[in-house]
């Protein structure tokens, strides 16, 4: 959720890794595994905080974009939670979508 300098949330390195998986590129070398999964953990980021900045409220739009690339994950989540109706659905929605077409679902 925040800055790109690989401090993905457990969460979504999971779910980066079971992407993985799923698309049976987990016997890559592990030099090109790790940028593969690098990649897909960036590609995800942008797309939650491309639907988080969809759904937030217009008056909260530019303090939360200034967040982004200032404050630290819990931070930005706990704003996003208080800000945001229906956050994890949302959250949730986008996770799905994004693995849908990744595999080719």
């Given at each position: 959720m925040e800055n790109k300098k690989n401090n993905n949330s457990p969460s979504i390195e999971?779910?980066?890794?079971?992407l993985v998986k799923d698309k049976g590129l987990d016997n890559l070398e592990p030099e090109v595994l790790q940028q593969v999964k690098?990649?897909?953990a960036e590609r995800v980021e942008d797309r939650l905080n491309a639907a988080m900045v969809?759904?937030?409220?217009?008056?909260?739009?530019?303090?939360f974009e200034k967040m982004l690339d200032k404050s630290s994950q819990e931070?930005?989540?706990?704003?996003?939670?208080?800000?945001?109706p229906g956050l994890d659905g949302?959250?949730?929605?986008?996770?799905?979508e994004?693995?849908?077409?990744?595999?080719?679902?």
């Open positions: 999971n779910f980066v890794s079971q690098s990649d897909l969809a759904k937030m409220p217009p008056e909260k739009l530019e303090f931070e930005v989540r706990s704003f996003c939670e208080r800000n945001i949302i959250v949730a929605a986008e996770l799905i994004f693995r849908k077409t990744y595999l080719n679902l």
